[in-house]
Nanobody, 124 residues
Framework: QVQLVESGGGLVQAGGSLRLSCAAS????????MGWFRQAPGKEREFVAG????????DYAESVKGRFTISRDNAKNTVYLQMNSLKPADTADYYC?????????????????WGQGTQVTVSS
C-alpha cells in the first residue's frame, strides 16, 4: 500500500502561482511513477502531469505545458506540482497518484494509489 497526502491548494487570482505537494508513505516511493490529475465540477478527471520513477522523464497535458512543472524528491518521498500563470480554467480538485510503471502514463485507470485531493480555485 502507498498512502498519498496532497497539500498546497487554495484560492489564488488569475496569473498567480501555487505549489502542490504530495507526500507518500508505505512502499518504496521510487518504485512508482507519479501523476497529477484534476477534476473540475461536472467534468471527468483528467491527466495534468506525470513523472518517471527517477524523475528524468516528464509529461504534461497540452493545456498546462509551459505553465506547470512536475518534480519529485525521492529522498523526501514527495512529488510536487508548480503551477504558474494560473487561469480560472485550472480550477479543480487536484489529485496525485502512484503507478507501478517506470514512465509516466496518462490514463487514470492505470494508477494504483490515489490521494484525497486538494482544491485549487483560481479567481478572475
Amino acid at each position: 500500500q502507498v498512502q498519498l497526502v496532497e497539500s498546497g491548494g487554495g484560492l489564488v487570482q488569475a496569473g498567480g502561482s501555487l505549489r502542490l505537494s504530495c507526500a507518500a508513505s508505505g512502499r518504496t516511493f521510487s518504485n512508482y511513477a507519479m501523476g497529477w490529475f484534476r477534476q473540475a465540477p461536472g467534468k471527468e478527471r483528467e491527466f495534468v502531469a506525470g513523472i518517471s520513477r527517477g524523475g528524468g522523464t516528464t509529461d504534461y497535458a497540452e493545456s498546462v505545458k509551459g505553465r506547470f512543472t512536475i518534480s519529485r524528491d525521492n529522498a523526501k518521498n514527495t512529488v510536487y506540482l508548480q503551477m504558474n500563470s494560473l487561469k480560472p480554467a485550472d480550477t479543480a480538485d487536484y489529485y496525485c497518484a502512484a503507478d507501478r510503471s517506470v514512465l509516466p502514463r496518462k490514463a487514470s485507470y492505470l494508477y494504483d494509489y490515489w490521494g484525497q485531493g486538494t482544491q485549487v480555485t483560481v479567481s478572475s
